[in-house]
Structures are given as structure tokens and as C-alpha cells.
């Protein structure tokens, strides 16, 4: 059940760098941005796409590996935390987002929780 949540983050990940390496554009346009420069393509293809895929990767070898599991699993959970604490102090700061950013950040806690959760099935009793 618990290596079953760690697969599942590890393809919503590996979705968005899939898609961000693909067809950049896309995953801006949730935000408003409709162009990107050949500059902004390729922090998305970096920040979205290389790092996603490097993440996915990440939690794939988690899943086998005791030896690196917890330490792995627990820093993409704490970067997760850490997304979603950005976007919450951008809606103190600039007012309430709009729906995707809404939505990600609900996609984001419920990421962190569903590792945090494995990590504690897999802590010893």
C-alpha cells in the first residue's frame, strides 16, 4: 500500500516532466502565460521537466532500495511542503489564486501527506 503511494507521486511527476519537456507551453498556460521565449522554454524543459523526471526517478529507486527509501521519500516530501508553503505566501501577499494554482497546491499537500504516510508505515514499532 505504502510503495503503491510512492509509484503513484513518482508518476504524477514524471507526467509533468514529460509534458514540460514536450510541449513547455502547456504547462505555463494553467498560469496565464500562453508564449514562452526560447529562455522560458528551457527553464520550463529544466525546472519542470529535467527536475520532474529526476524526482520520478528518485522515488522509482525509493521503492526498491531500503537503503535510500526514507531519506529520498522524505526530501520530495518535504519539497512538496515546500511548493505548496510558496503558494500559500503568495496568496497572503498577492490575494487568492486562481483555480490550477488551487488545484496544485491541493495536489501538492495531498503528495506530501500520501509520502509522509509511507514513511510512517514503514517506520519501526
Do not use: K
Amino acid at each position: 500500500m505504502a510503495l503503491d503511494l510512492v509509484l503513484l507521486v513518482a508518476a504524477l511527476f514524471a507526467l509533468m516532466g514529460v509534458v514540460a519537456l514536450a510541449r513547455p507551453e502547456s504547462i505555463l498556460a494553467y498560469f496565464g502565460i500562453a508564449t514562452l521565449t526560447r529562455d522560458g522554454r528551457n527553464e520550463v524543459r529544466a525546472v519542470y521537466g529535467g527536475f520532474g523526471l529526476a524526482i520520478a526517478g528518485l522515488l522509482c529507486v525509493a521503492r526498491f532500495s531500503e537503503t535510500i527509501r526514507s531519506g529520498a521519500v522524505l526530501a520530495v516530501a518535504v519539497a512538496l511542503l515546500g511548493m505548496a508553503a510558496g503558494r500559500l505566501i503568495s496568496a497572503l501577499l498577492d490575494g487568492m489564486p486562481g483555480r490550477y494554482p488551487r488545484l496544485f497546491l491541493g495536489v501538492e499537500l495531498a503528495g506530501a501527506a500520501a509520502l509522509l504516510g509511507a514513511l510512517q508505515w514503514w517506520a519501526p514499532a
